[in-house]
């Protein structure tokens, strides 16, 4: 009888273990009041847009629909968004036709409501944006344009969140103070590791002591520069058009483009370089092409100029700001660790996309640009796809630390069959105020992601 006992209560004892959450999460996953922290991901920002079209799918909302939260409030913004969403009018020619789908704005649409958003996510938020932004501030940044009818002069996003009483909050942050440096092309333009890491630890101090009961999940950020197609889509060299392979030179070896390589040294980019998408508009008027070419493109007026520091990323560059960002994440595990927070691994999903996501449907999501379902038309923000694959981290997160079993959303919805809207016109890629002629285009530029692997830029290992 007693080996019985005993037989039970190890068994008893062994269901208990199975059962019970692998983390020692702070609080507890109800969502009844539930509130997000974050950037333009986290407000579903799609093809340079942000609109009510895509909120509905933004990873917040994702979470908040698949938790049954009710009355999960965001600032919706009307068609066309702000700004006007980029659209792909015309997959006939090569390159295609990307243009914004309006020349005007739209507008906020529930500006009203008698309480702060669930939803404070703010595009061009940085970690430092999140508590002191109050929506009070002149737009002289993203962060405080978009602030000023997100926020509505309420306080900062850490203080309407503890004012709301929350009982689950979900933060993702960080992004934008690595972004800056990509865009800008140097990593002079990077938060520093001891400024990020201060703030961090105070927003997450503050939450727990305005929000002491409430759950809490944080994420992790991506560490490979290369994952999105702003960054992985354009060739750092020249690139035959008829065959889509890289123009070879009297050594044999591709020809890469001249540009500035920061500091004041000009010349050719090594290999292993990056140049960014917003350098299209320098690439098809002939910025970059070595002077001694000039013969072969009688049309380009600006052959022989380097392209500037900002349409670039070295090897050196990019490994500094890999570097800052695993330094970033480093923080992120240690300022939750310390405080009982579970990380969503979100690193683990972008470092998924770079090797491909298979899906039931039989097709293998990618980052490629334009075809391979995760980025937007703007090259950096996700699809709803992509965004539907980041909410479910979080969910995965917090059905693992909090012992919940949340549904993950299903992508199976987004493989209709959604013909693209044709028209003729010329190519107006991401960020791009102006556009460049299909000629030029064709003599420069090769966005298809079938170049072979050998005429890529694939030196550095990510």
Request: charged share 10%.
């Given at each position: 009888m007693r080996k019985t006992l005993i037989r039970i209560a190890s068994t008893l004892l062994l269901v208990s273990v199975v059962a019970a959450p692998a983390f020692a999460a702070r609080g507890s996953a109800n969502f009844t009041r539930f509130f997000v922290i974050g950037d333009s991901y986290g407000a579903g920002v799609s093809s340079a847009s942000l609109n009510a079209a895509h909120q509905q799918f933004s990873?917040?909302?994702?979470?908040?629909?698949?938790?049954g939260a009710v009355d999960f409030q965001q600032p919706l913004v009307s068609d066309p968004g702000i700004g006007p969403e980029l659209q792909l009018f015309d997959i006939s020619k090569f390159p295609p036709t990307i243009a914004p789908k309006s020349?005007?704005?739209?507008?906020?649409?529930?500006?009203?409501?008698?309480?702060?958003?669930?939803?404070?996510?703010?595009?061009?938020?940085?970690?430092?944006?999140?508590?002191?932004?109050?929506?009070?501030?002149?737009?002289t940044s993203?962060?405080?344009?978009?602030?000023?009818?997100?926020?509505?002069?309420?306080?900062?996003?850490?203080?309407?969140?503890?004012?709301?009483?929350?009982?689950?909050?979900?933060?993702?942050?960080g992004g934008n103070d690595a972004l800056g440096a990509v865009l800008s092309g140097t990593p002079a333009a990077l938060t520093s590791t001891a400024n990020f890491t201060r703030d961090y630890n105070a927003m997450l101090d503050k939450l727990i002591a305005g929000a002491p009961n409430a759950g809490i999940v944080v994420g992790s950020l991506p560490t490979h520069v290369a994952v999105a197609p702003i960054a992985n889509t354009v060739p750092p060299f020249l690139v035959n058009p008829a065959t889509q392979l890289p123009v070879l030179g009297p050594d044999g070896k591709p020809i890469f483009f001249v540009a500035d390589l920061g500091g004041g040294t000009f010349g050719q980019l090594p290999a292993g370089s990056m140049?960014?998408?917003?350098?299209?508009?320098?690439?098809?008027?002939?910025?970059?092409?070595p002077a001694?070419?000039?013969?072969?493109?009688?049309?380009?007026?600006?052959v022989g100029k380097p392209l500037p520091d900002t349409d670039v990323l070295t090897p050196t560059e990019i490994a500094a700001i890999e570097a800052r960002l695993a330094e970033f994440n480093t923080a992120i595990a240690a300022a939750a660790s310390s405080r009982n927070i579970p990380v969503a691994d979100i690193t683990g999903l972008f470092n998924r996309i770079q090797n491909g996501i298979p899906t039931a449907a039989g097709i293998t999501l990618t980052k490629a640009f334009l075809q391979g379902?995760?980025?937007?038309?703007?090259?950096?923000?996700?699809t709803d796809i992509g965004y539907t694959l980041f909410a479910n981290e979080y969910i995965k997160t917090i059905n693992g630390a909090y012992g919940t079993h949340i549904p993950l959303a299903t992508i199976t919805p987004f493989f209709a069959n959604n013909a693209p809207n044709t028209e003729s016109g010329t190519l107006a890629l991401?960020?791009?105020?102006?556009?460049?002629?299909?000629?030029?285009?064709?003599?420069?530029?090769r966005f298809a992601p079938q170049v072979p692997q050998t005429g890529r830029r694939r030196t550095t290992t990510h």
């Amino acid at each position: 009888m007693r080996k019985t006992l005993i037989r039970i209560a190890s068994t008893l004892l062994l269901v208990s273990v199975v059962a019970a959450p692998a983390f020692a999460a702070r609080g507890s996953a109800n969502f009844t009041r539930f509130f997000v922290i974050g950037d333009s991901y986290g407000a579903g920002v799609s093809s340079a847009s942000l609109n009510a079209a895509h909120q509905q799918f933004s990873w917040p909302n994702i979470i908040a629909r698949q938790a049954g939260a009710v009355d999960f409030q965001q600032p919706l913004v009307s068609d066309p968004g702000i700004g006007p969403e980029l659209q792909l009018f015309d997959i006939s020619k090569f390159p295609p036709t990307i243009a914004p789908k309006s020349t005007s704005n739209g507008q906020p649409i529930n500006l009203n409501l008698a309480r702060p958003f669930n939803n404070l996510s703010i595009p061009g938020a940085n970690v430092n944006d999140v508590i002191t932004l109050t929506g009070k501030e002149q737009a002289t940044s993203t962060a405080k344009l978009f602030g000023q009818f997100i926020l509505r002069g309420l306080g900062t996003s850490v203080d309407q969140v503890i004012a709301s009483q929350p009982t689950f909050v979900a933060i993702w942050i960080g992004g934008n103070d690595a972004l800056g440096a990509v865009l800008s092309g140097t990593p002079a333009a990077l938060t520093s590791t001891a400024n990020f890491t201060r703030d961090y630890n105070a927003m997450l101090d503050k939450l727990i002591a305005g929000a002491p009961n409430a759950g809490i999940v944080v994420g992790s950020l991506p560490t490979h520069v290369a994952v999105a197609p702003i960054a992985n889509t354009v060739p750092p060299f020249l690139v035959n058009p008829a065959t889509q392979l890289p123009v070879l030179g009297p050594d044999g070896k591709p020809i890469f483009f001249v540009a500035d390589l920061g500091g004041g040294t000009f010349g050719q980019l090594p290999a292993g370089s990056m140049v960014l998408l917003t350098a299209a508009g320098h690439l098809g008027t002939g910025f970059g092409i070595p002077a001694a070419l000039a013969p072969l493109f009688p049309t380009l007026p600006d052959v022989g100029k380097p392209l500037p520091d900002t349409d670039v990323l070295t090897p050196t560059e990019i490994a500094a700001i890999e570097a800052r960002l695993a330094e970033f994440n480093t923080a992120i595990a240690a300022a939750a660790s310390s405080r009982n927070i579970p990380v969503a691994d979100i690193t683990g999903l972008f470092n998924r996309i770079q090797n491909g996501i298979p899906t039931a449907a039989g097709i293998t999501l990618t980052k490629a640009f334009l075809q391979g379902g995760i980025f937007s038309f703007d090259g950096f923000h996700m699809t709803d796809i992509g965004y539907t694959l980041f909410a479910n981290e979080y969910i995965k997160t917090i059905n693992g630390a909090y012992g919940t079993h949340i549904p993950l959303a299903t992508i199976t919805p987004f493989f209709a069959n959604n013909a693209p809207n044709t028209e003729s016109g010329t190519l107006a890629l991401p960020n791009m105020p102006f556009v460049f002629g299909q000629a030029a285009a064709d003599a420069i530029l090769r966005f298809a992601p079938q170049v072979p692997q050998t005429g890529r830029r694939r030196t550095t290992t990510h």
